[in-house]
């Protein structure tokens, strides 16, 4: 088995690893676009040959999860290529992708592309010629987010893809390693954390939920922008509104996708039908008088919104990188949007140092492989 990770280990996101066995047989593990960096640096360009039209001989493209930076690039690799992704992930794509076809970003080609996705099951065994590969429900930012067990030549690799263990889900990520995997010969894991300021103690998903719900008490008036598809956030924030009382708006988009997501899961944390208003014009003298928090993002109707109610707070509740004047090139129109006053209520999709030391406890590796990173260093630290 041959292991060539083409970018990642000097990077946080935009990672491709290729894994090959002595059979020949080819898989890749995430497509992703890079992100910015801090520092302006440009990162390399994805050239992997066997990618190519014409040229292909990657055998599967296999995506852990469905963020940007692990599946961006799915339209720039040859059609013949089957790529797979998480069954739920995939209608959760589909749904962003749509949004994003509409408003003339991308081409109907994409959304034909993505309708060819081979969605996959957790635990499911998906055989590639020689190589097995078996997805593990993971906690991350994302919904139905995985790591991949990846076996061949007797070997076992374990892929994390991003995650943590501090969300709603945390929980269940030691247990299922201990069910699906055992010891691994080799361990490919993100440290994202480990290379951006240190939090001496994370704050969970839970701790969000009760602070969101002190602060939808107190306010009348709550205006919240995190991302659409952090669906743990979003049922954090759902919960603290309905606790508090509140109303909880969105808009149809947003609605669309937790209305899905109702109906694919059992856990009651994510049970949305019924308590969630679609914002309409018509709603604006219940809004007044109940108190509400709506789901905001830099648009015309949210802008409009807040301006009618003045007197209200608004929530940033994702990561802060993006409102840094580093990233101003990137992220300007969230810049002018997001006022100054803001209360920052977040915390991070990726695992702190002891999740990351727990997930190395739980399946033993030979070797461990930082991605997702730009310290892979601080991964000797675990040894202490
Ligand atoms: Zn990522
Ligand atoms: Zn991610």
Redesign the pocket.
Known sequence: MEITIHRGTHQI?GCVTEIESSKGTKIIIDIGENLPTEDGRKLPELNVEGLKEGKEDIDAVFV??Y?G??IGLFNKISPKIPIYIGEISKQIYMMVAKKLASAGIIGEEDIERINKFIGYKIGEKIKINDIIVTPIEVD???FD?HMLLIECDGKKVLHT??FRTHGQRGKAVIPALEIYVGKVDCLICEGTTLSREKETQITTEFEIQKEAKEIFEKNMYSFVICSSTNIDRIAAIHKGAIEAGRLFVCDEYQKEILMYIDTVSRSTYYKFKGKVLNYAENIKNLMKEKGFVMLVRPNYISKKVMREFKDSVFIYSQWKGYLSEKYKNDYEYLQSFVPRDYIYLHTS??ADFEAIKKICEAVKPQIIIPIHGEKPEEFNNMRT
Do not use: F, P
Request: proline share 0%; net charge negative; glycine share 22%.
């Open positions: 996101g852990t999860h963020h930076d692990h991350h930012s994302a987010a893809g991003d999709g990726h």
